[in-house]
């Protein structure tokens, strides 16, 4: 598995949101991209799948911009990376039918991919965007 610069930047721009947003403060795409070395346009359509899965919040207007949708601690690194990657599975014949030529009742690694696969949800479902937030504080 391999996390796509998609699922890398939805992070950067979730966290810096959460660094940079709160009680009632917004941030433009504008500054998020300058900040974390992004274009503008591809931060754009980042936003709009963080938007669509309800972890970011956008409000129109002169005084407008984005926030989180959620408070940063409850928001994970799982359901950042699936809004933008969409499952996060090793191989595909763990999430849907595949032509590879083995049996999957019979495959040897199969369930060790499972298992991998396992670990890494679990591990990106335990961290949260706050739990960043905090680590990033603790290395300045």
Known sequence: MKISTKGIYALEIITDLAMHTGDGALESIGSIARRRGLS???SER???ELKEQGLVVSIRGAHGGYCLGRDAGEITVREVLQAE?????????LTKETDCGIDCNTCATREIWS?????????AQEVTIGDIIEKSKNLR
């Open 40 to 42: 503008v346009k591809y």
């Open 46 to 48: 980042l936003i709009k």
């Open 85 to 93: 990657e969409g499952e996060l599975a090793p191989v595909e014949c």
């Open 115 to 123: 298992q991998i696969w396992q670990i890494i949800l679990d591990t």
